[in-house]
């Protein structure tokens, strides 16, 4: 039973769309993540978010955007898909306070766009 | 700049004992993470080590030298179901995760 949700889970899309990919999580976690991850590589963070109305840039988040109205929702807008942005797109969550700071992952939403 | 190195792919046999190293050099140090992720799933997290020494955890144990920038990661009585990648993160001293590749385990029967 999963805690965190992400839909969708597949997208096939036409470069120049505009796509939102949306994530959920039910644990009232403070702190929310989207990372990219292509097969053997490492994940790479696109955004992240302290709480509401808090946004913040990792490494790959030239072309996408993010907004955090709700503590358990967080979805991540790209205003005009590329080829190069087919990949997988993992939302995570944690706890703010806390030492470990453990994540807990989606499902993963994988896109290609032709 | 900031690196985290893992085999790219080990193989090992069910029943055995296998170990998954991890070296890194970050900028700080805030502690060591080891995550599963079964092909098409989410990671999940398996362990965290902050201080020197092995953690263990059933058939999972984690080990920590931070002097050395070294981690191990060993899994004992392996089951076909261990077949998974397994990334290592390093948390750095402004408390964002750098990750590993991950390392591509197959359990042959």
């Known amino acids: 039973e999963a805690d965190i949700y992400q839909t969708p889970r597949y997208l096939v899309i036409g470069t120049g769309k505009k796509i939102t990919l949306e994530c959920s999580q039910t644990m009232g976690h403070d702190k929310m993540y989207w990372y990219q991850q292509d097969p053997g590589m490492e994940l790479h963070l696109i955004h992240y978010?302290?709480?509401?109305?808090?946004?913040e840039k990792g490494d790959l988040s030239s072309e996408s955007t993010v907004s955090r109205i709700r503590t358990e929702h967080f979805p991540l807008t790209l205003e005009s898909a590329r080829p190069s942005h087919t990949s997988q797109y993992l939302c995570?969550?944690?706890?703010?306070?806390?030492?470990?700071?453990?994540?807990?992952f989606g499902a993963g939403s994988r896109l290609t766009v032709l | 700049g900031q690196n985290i190195d893992q085999p790219t792919e080990m193989t090992a046999t069910e029943g055995a004992i296998v170990q998954i190293n991890c070296t890194y050099q970050?900028?700080?140090?805030?502690?060591l993470f080891w995550y599963q992720q079964h092909a098409g799933e989410a990671p999940t997290f398996l362990s965290y080590n902050v201080l020197d020494g092995l953690e263990e955890k059933g058939r999972f144990s984690s080990f920590l030298s931070r002097s050395k920038g070294y981690s191990y990661l060993l899994l004992k009585e392996l089951q076909m179901k261990d077949s998974a990648s397994y990334l290592c993160?390093?948390?750095?001293?402004?408390?964002?995760?750098?990750w590993g590749a991950g390392t591509k385990l197959i359990i042959k029967p």
């Open positions: 970050t900028s700080g140090f805030n502690g």
């Open positions: 993160a390093v948390m750095d001293s402004n408390y964002q995760l750098i």
């Open positions: 995570a969550s944690s706890v703010l306070a806390g030492e470990t700071n453990v994540l807990t």
């Open positions: 978010s302290y709480g509401v109305n808090s946004t």
